[in-house]
């Protein structure tokens, strides 16, 4: 197994549309395997494939508190989301220290492959129900913060961009020069 960049916000490569997944063979396994443990290393509930630059409709979630429980969600579809919405403080490893409220569908019924291709049915709601949707966005390129408004989404991406440049000179001090 291996760990894997997960990339930040605002890289470029976040807002890549995700192919679907056609083959269900030993690099799609490798896949999955390495991408667990990045999630379970960096500490996330859940991890796109776009977040690790590979631009395929996989995601993984584990909600739960003893941490072995992962979902392996391949080419998921939402196939019914309920008429009430809840607001839950979100995060996301592309955009590390940052959390704000975001409005969705409080509950989700999604359909997806698991690893071995075989076809699975979600009913989602709390916290899986968000990350199930926080998941999705990100294989349609798109980034929680862009729920909030310009301004708040703007102060991030400065933020995010000032640790970036600092992160850069502690890895070449030269640039510092
Ligand atoms: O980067 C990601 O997409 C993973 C993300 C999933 C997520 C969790 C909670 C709400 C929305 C999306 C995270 O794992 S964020 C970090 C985290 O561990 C966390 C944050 C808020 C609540 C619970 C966990
Ligand atoms: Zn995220």
Not at 74 to 88: F, M
Not at 101 to 118: N, Q
Request: one cysteine or more; aromatic letters at 6%.
């Amino acid at each position: 197994m291996a760990l894997l960049t997960i990339l930040r916000y605002p890289d470029a490569r976040l807002h890549k549309i995700a192919k679907p997944v056609t083959t269900f063979d030993d690099r799609l396994k490798k896949l999955v395997a390495d991408m667990a443990e990045t999630m379970y290393d960096a500490h996330g509930v859940g991890l796109a494939a776009t977040q690790v630059d590979v631009h395929e409709q996989l995601i993984l979630i584990d909600e739960s508190d003893t941490r072995d429980q992962l979902r392996v969600l391949i080419n998921p579809e939402i196939v019914w989301a309920s008429e009430e919405r809840s607001v839950y403080d979100e995060g996301c490893l592309s955009v590390p220290g940052i959390y704000d409220g975001v409005e969705r569908p409080a509950r989700v019924r999604v359909k997806a492959f698991d690893a071995d291709g075989k076809v699975q049915t979600i009913e989602a709601e709390g916290l899986l129900a968000v990350c199930v949707q926080h998941e999705m966005d990100h294989l349609k390129g798109k980034v929680f913060v862009e729920y909030l408004s310009p301004l708040k989404r703007n102060r991030i991406k400065a933020k995010m961009q000032k640790e970036e440049r600092e992160m850069k000179k502690e890895r070449d001090p030269e640039m510092a020069r």
